[in-house]
């Protein structure tokens, strides 16, 4: 199964601040990553989708990249709003698999 | 609009199933695949399975297979997921999302299964 190793795990920031997930894939997975942001209570939301395109309607503080084997995804202007969960997930192959989750807060 | 509904929550038995009902509407339901996604208290979220609506083939996580059963109805634009043997490592949040070319692009609800004695 393809192993996606997520950093960090938690991340406080201040308003304003620029913001970077990281998402490492165990093998080759080409562009096949998502990024969803998780609040308690609701759905996961799709922000990014095949590694680097903004879902319609996200905001464009929102971003995500790759190099090889790594994702990144990048809030450039932290807003009190963008408080929750972040996880990546590669479907490259079944199983997809999530990364382990970057809980964001507010300093 | 697009809108997945699942049905709602649950409180079970050890040792039991639980059947949770996706219900999609707004979109052609045979053009997506339907992904089932579980999310356990204060864990991370946890991919189980995806289900093909034109012909029902299924791939299971296999950590959960002999466990896990999804179906499809057709006629109801309706998908299914059914657990068995249930314990309390089972008492989750559980998603269905859907998947054409872009993989989680809608999602239901989410409907809460409770394992308990």
């Known amino acids: 199964d393809i192993q996606l190793t997520q950093s960090p795990s938690s991340l406080s920031a201040s308003v304003g601040d620029r913001v970077t997930i990281t998402c490492q894939a165990s093998q080759d997975i080409s562009n096949y990553v998502n990024w969803y942001q998780k609040k308690p209570g609701k759905a996961p939301k799709l922000l990014i989708y095949?590694?680097?395109n903004l879902e319609s309607g996200v905001p464009s503080r929102f971003s995500g990249s790759r190099s090889g084997p790594d994702f990144s995804f990048t809030i450039s202007s932290l807003q009190p709003d963008d408080i929750a969960t972040y996880f990546c997930?590669?479907?490259?192959?079944?199983?997809?698999?999530f990364g382990q989750g970057t809980k964001l807060e507010i300093k | 609009q697009v809108q997945l509904v699942q049905s709602g929550a649950e409180v079970k038995k050890p040792g039991t199933s639980v059947k949770i009902s996706c219900k999609a509407s707004g979109y052609n339901f045979i053009d997506f695949f339907i992904h089932w996604v579980r999310q356990a208290p204060g864990q991370g979220l946890e991919w189980m399975g995806i289900?093909?609506?034109?012909?029902?083939?299924?791939t299971y996580a296999e950590r959960l297979k002999g466990r896990l059963t999804m179906t499809r109805d057709r006629s109801t634009n309706t998908v299914y997921m059914e657990l068995s043997s249930l314990t309390s490592e089972d008492t989750a949040v559980y998603y269905c999302a859907r998947a054409g070319s872009k993989v989680g692009d809608s999602w239901g609800q989410g409907t809460l299964v409770t394992v308990s004695s």
């Open positions: 289900l093909n609506p034109v012909d029902g083939d299924t």
């Open positions: 095949d590694a680097s």
């Open positions: 997930l590669q479907y490259e192959s079944v199983p997809h698999t």
